[in-house]
């Protein structure tokens, strides 16, 4: 079974300054058929279901502001965000969609304003 | 608009049953893998059942493997999710949630709100 681990769990940034959160695998998540890091970045704000911001470890989802990007391959990955805003307070979670047990979260990572 | 609406959450007794219904609209539904993805209150995400367009693939998680059943009717644009001997621990969000572009083995794009399960006596 491939575990997601995320770190730090929570960190505090301020406005305009860049936020950065890892997630690493237990196993690779790179495909070499197609080159491809099954590997996702989700959005949760308090009392809302979560939003895709990140997919195939480094596209963009439509309608994602471009402060936010993702890097990594095989087993090591990393969202940022460039320029954090206020409207980005939120908890984001890492995904792998590689392998059973399909669909594997990380724990979180809680974003808050310094 | 694409949309999917989760129903039938609700209050029951452990080792009862529950099924959850997900309604989609605005999109070919039955070209889409679908999937639950539940959350317990002030926990993380954790991934439940899939299930291919075609019903020809279906995954559990561990945890609900045995008491929980993934089914859908392309002809009613719906998703649904057969819960039975429920435990104290399933008491969580269900999510319902689309597969980006189709595939099994894909991010997920769209999420409904959420429909809460709690089980307890």
């Known amino acids: 079974d491939i575990v997601m681990t995320q770190s730090p769990d929570s960190l505090a940034v301020s406005l305009g300054e860049r936020a950065t959160i890892n997630c690493k695998s237990s196993?690779?998540?790179?495909?070499?058929?197609?080159?491809?890091?099954?590997l996702a970045w989700y959005q949760q704000k308090p009392g809302q279901p979560p939003k895709l911001l990140i997919y195939?470890?480094?596209t963009r989802e439509s309608g994602v502001p471009d402060r936010f990007s993702g890097s990594g391959s095989g087993t090591d990955f990393t969202l940022t965000i460039s320029s954090l805003q206020a409207e980005d307070v939120a908890v984001y979670y890492c995904?792998?969609?590689?392998?059973?047990?399909?669909?594997?979260f990380g724990p979180g990572t809680k974003v808050d304003i310094k | 608009e694409v949309q999917l609406v989760e129903s039938g959450g609700g209050l029951v007794k452990p080792g009862g049953s529950l099924r959850l219904s997900c309604a989609a609209s605005?999109?070919?539904?039955?070209?889409?893998?679908m999937n639950w993805v539940r959350q317990a209150p002030g926990k993380g995400l954790e991934w439940v059942s899939s299930?291919?367009?075609?019903?020809?693939?279906?995954y559990y998680a561990d945890s609900v493997k045995g008491r929980f059943t993934i089914s859908r009717d392309n002809a009613k644009n719906s998703l649904y999710l057969q819960m039975n001997s429920l435990r104290a621990e399933d008491t969580a969000v269900y999510y319902c949630?689309?597969?980006?572009?189709?595939?099994?083995?894909?991010?997920?794009?769209?999420w409904g709100q959420g429909t809460m399960v709690t089980v307890s006596s």
């Open positions: 995904q792998q969609y590689y392998s059973t047990p399909l669909f594997t």
């Open positions: 195939w470890a480094s």
């Open positions: 949630a689309r597969a980006a572009d189709g595939n099994l083995y894909d991010a997920f794009d769209i």
């Open positions: 299930i291919s367009s075609s019903s020809s693939y279906i």
């Open positions: 605005g999109f070919t539904f039955s070209s889409y893998s």
């Open positions: 196993q690779s998540v790179l495909y070499s058929s197609n080159n491809k890091n099954y």
